[in-house]
């Protein structure tokens, strides 16, 4: 595990490994919820949850960002490639209707 997140409500965690895959964990249980989750080919890097916890978005090493459905696992968008280079952080606006990146060229750019 290189990166975790913690649901708005607190009950979920995701976390992102360095095969790729992000796993989705019940915090009250102590276990994974589903099959993890596959897009990116490298390690993932950062994540974070959208302030009403509909999305999650993930940056990897791999170059791309991704966003992801926590009720299905599934991707709802085509990959984003910022041309950072690596992905190290991304951030949702406190609205959640806009995020941040930042990666290994030094810019910070919002979607």
């Excluded at 993890?36 to 791309?64: F, Y």
């Excluded at 991304?90 to 810019?107: E, I, L, M, Q, W």
Aim: contains cysteine; neutral net charge; proline residues 7%.
């Amino acid at each position: 595990v290189g990166s975790i997140a913690v649901c708005p409500d607190k009950t979920m965690v995701v976390s992102g490994s360095g095969d790729g895959r992000l796993r989705l964990w019940n915090v009250e249980e102590g276990g994974v919820i589903g099959d993890p989750w596959e897009g990116h080919i490298d390690a993932v890097m950062c994540l974070n949850w959208s302030p009403d916890a509909r999305e999650i978005v993930s940056g990897s090493q791999d170059g791309t960002i991704r966003r992801w459905n926590p009720n299905t696992g599934r991707q709802i968008a085509p990959p984003i490639e910022p041309g950072h280079g690596r992905v190290f952080a991304v951030k949702y606006s406190p609205r959640g209707d806009k995020f941040a990146s930042g990666g290994s060229d030094h810019v910070i750019r919002v979607w």
